[in-house]
Each structure stands twice: as C-alpha cells, then as structure tokens.
C-alpha cells in the first residue's frame, strides 16, 4: 500500500517523537524521525518529506534556524514547515512565524487536528510538486521554442543574464532579480504558437504576419498562469513588448503603468536583438546598439535611465 505522504518528525525528546510517529503511521503516513536540527537537514538532503514537523527548543540547532535555512533554500522552500512546541507566548509565535513556518501547535496537542492539518500540507505539497514540474516542463518548451530558430540561440540565457545585471546595477532586491531571470526564459514561450513560415522567415515581415507575432506574449502569458510559482513573472512576459509612450502591445500601457522589472526586459531584449545576427540583418557592435537605444529612448520608447546602466553594464556583444 502507498504511504499518504512522508513525515520528518524532529523532537530531541523520543517519547514526543514515537508519540507521533504512532499517530501518523496510524493514518497511513511514512514517518521518518530527526533528533535534533542538524539531523533534521541532513534527513530533509537525502530524502525531501512532504511535511516537516519541527520541535523549537533542540541541541546544536533550535527549530526557528531549521526553518529557517529550509525556507530560505530553493530546494525546501515549498515544503511544509510546523512547529510543534509547548512555547505558546505570543512572541513564540511571531517567531516562528517571521522564520517562515507554515502552520503552528501547541504541546498537548489534539490529535484530530493534527491529522487535519497534516492532511491539509500534504494536499498542498502534492499540488505545488505538481506546479513545479509542470514550470520545468514549460521551462523545457521555453529552450524548444528558441531552438527553432538558429538565429536566436542562447537569447532567453543572454537576456536574463543580461536583466539581472542591470538591475543589481539598479538596486533592485532579490525576489526582482529571480523575476528577471525568469522572465529571459519565459518571456518569448508565446512564440511556440508562431508558425515557422512566420518566425524564421529570412526577411521583413508583412504587416499581416506582425500581428501575429504580436499575439505571442498574451499567448505566453496564457501557457503560464495556471503556476503559481511563476506569477511574478506574468507581467513581464505579458507587457515586454510595451512602451513608455503607450505604442507598445499587447496593452498599450504607458508611463508609471510599466514597472522597473517590465522596462528592463524590454531593453534587454531589444539589445539583444540587436547584437545578435538575424535573417534580415548583421549583428550590430555594442557602440551601435547603445545608439539605437538611446535614440528610440528619444522618442519615447524606453526608460533612459535603464538605457544608460545597459551601456554601462554590458560591454560588447556577448557581454
């Protein structure tokens, strides 16, 4: 029969872990058992839980820095966190919740509501594993989309390397910089809808065929808004193609209603485009690039601040 999910159970107390481990085996669970927060890591390493629950006070690592270091890892952050504990003082509690805990019991606890909230982070464990796999699907459909076209290898790389660049230049925090490397990767995934005949072809494109093209963000912004992890990214996939003057699309945002992240993609992008060799143009020198930027800038396309860094931050073609 298959386990309903795996529990790490970490208490440096054995009765206080066998306690639990009966009750969680008796509704079907696989339960795995840490005596203190170190232990508790390594057991996390070697064979990820679906729900941790975690005592406070332990040897060598105290619960709060167990989750802690699991929250602020990219490879635990989505995984379900309790405290169980017999602190219940308000300020325990906004610890925990400061540390990034997911739920919260108290020592005696219920048993049925421990059944209950268990089954609850299960449940939504099982669903964010399965947004998860589902984004590195798209993520794997992303590169496809790219590699279509000869032309445009390595751009969705180029371009999120390129966005995080300026915008640590920019001062930008963390969780913008994840969004802007993401968004390299995602923002053309509208293109897998582009017929070949239209996103290879060797020359200008008609005005029919342009509008086409211009369907690929609402298309990439569709592909990816069931997953919930990547819904910072929604924006700039959606809008990368706007611009400051509101003569951009889909949208025909202008102004403030396009944020810092959006204007940066956009640059980059562009600058890419432009540095790169395409079937209807030779690769331009970054001195050339900077000009045509700077120019459209003039007209109202860009963010000239963004323009700027760009020139300053990426030096030649391939940066």
């Known amino acids: 029969m298959t386990a309903r999910g795996k529990i790490l159970v970490v208490d440096d107390e054995a009765p206080s872990r066998r306690l639990l481990r009966e009750l969680l085996e008796e509704q079907g669970y696989e339960v795995r058992e840490a005596a203190d927060g170190e232990a508790a890591l390594t057991a996390v390493a070697a064979d990820p839980p679906d729900v941790v629950l975690l005592d406070v006070m332990m040897p060598r ?3 709060y820095s167990v989750c802690q270091q699991l929250k602020g890892d990219e490879r635990t952050r989505l995984t379900p966190v309790v405290i169980v504990t017999s602190l219940d003082e308000l300020p325990d509690k906004l610890k925990a919740i400061q540390v ?22 299960v449940s939504l464990k099982r669903y ?29 790389k180029r371009v999120g390397e390129y966005a995080v660049r300026v915008g640590v230049a920019l001062g930008l925090r963390d969780d913008d910089l994840k969004v802007l490397r993401l968004a390299g990767t995602f923002h053309d995934l509208g293109k ?24 690929h963000p609402t298309v990439g912004c569709e592909l990816v808004q069931p997953m919930r992890t990547l819904a910072g990214v929604l924006p700039l996939i959606r809008h990368h193609h ?13 102004g403030a209603q396009i ?14 485009a432009l540095a790169t060799e395409r079937p209807y143009k030779s690769s331009f020198p970054h001195e050339r690039c900077i000009a045509v ?21 990426i030096e030649g073609n391939g940066g």
């Open 61 to 63: 690592r105290d619960g």
């Open 100 to 121: 990034g805990v997911d739920d919260f019991l108290t020592k005696p606890f219920n048993a049925a509501e421990l059944a209950t909230r268990v089954r609850s982070l």
């Open 128 to 156: 964010t594993d399965e947004l998860e796999h589902a984004s590195r699907v798209l993520h794997g459909i992303a590169l496809a989309v790219e590699r279509r076209d000869a032309y445009t290898g390595g751009h969705c």
């Open 192 to 215: 897998i809808a582009i017929p070949d005949a239209i996103l290879r072809k060797p020359a200008r494109l008609t005005a029919e065929e342009m509008e086409i093209i211009k369907t």
């Open 242 to 254: 706007e611009r400051l003057d509101g003569s951009g699309y889909p949208d025909g945002l202008e």
């Open 259 to 272: 944020p810092l992240t959006v204007r940066i993609l956009s640059v980059v992008d562009i600058y890419d």
């Open 293 to 313: 930027l700077r120019e459209e800038a003039t007209r109202g396309w860009w963010d000239r601040n963004v323009v700027e860094t760009v020139a300053r931050v």
